[in-house]
């Protein structure tokens, strides 16, 4: 799969794009600069699976997910069972403070027919719309991976 940007350096489509690590290496990390964020970042990851979160998705955007050269951080949005959300939720806390170029934020999802479901999509749905529009309102697109316990 190829990832074009738009004329903003946006990512197009104007949706999620899912990638892989490999996919974002290729295509995000192009200077010294973005690489020092990217280390951060994948220390960011092993800290969050430290924790037991083996398997989540996440949501990159910001600057990082554009062709901006030198962005100031890592934006995230991390999906996390709300079993492991609320047994960590102060190491996850932490982990926000600990890596100061990673702007991270975690979502609780709850399976489909708990009590909480909705809240959950409401959650999700709150954030697809904060992300895929830009400060000026242009439309641009996320990125989405999914960490599993057998990435590095």
Not at 48 to 68: P, R
Not at 91 to 118: E, M, T, W
Not at 124 to 129: F, G, K, P
Request: with cysteine.
């Amino acid at each position: 799969m190829s990832i074009t940007f738009d004329p903003n350096g946006h990512l197009v489509s104007y949706d999620i794009v899912s990638i892989d690590t490999y996919q974002l290496e290729e295509y995000f990390i192009f200077n010294e600069h973005r690489l020092n964020i990217y280390r951060s970042f994948k220390k960011f990851i092993h800290s969050v699976k430290a924790l037991g979160l083996s398997e989540f998705d996440i949501w990159i955007d910001g600057s990082f997910a554009t062709l901006k050269t030198r962005p100031n951080d890592i934006d995230v949005v991390c999906f996390v069972n709300h079993y492991t959300y609320d047994s960590h939720y102060k190491a996850l806390g932490s982990l926000r403070i600990a890596f100061p170029q990673v702007d991270a934020y975690f979502v609780k999802l709850y399976p489909l027919g708990h009590l909480n479901y909705n809240f959950s999509k409401f959650n999700e749905l709150d954030w697809y719309h904060l992300l895929t529009k830009d400060r000026k309102r242009r439309s641009k697109g996320i990125l989405k991976m999914k960490i599993s316990k057998d990435d590095k």
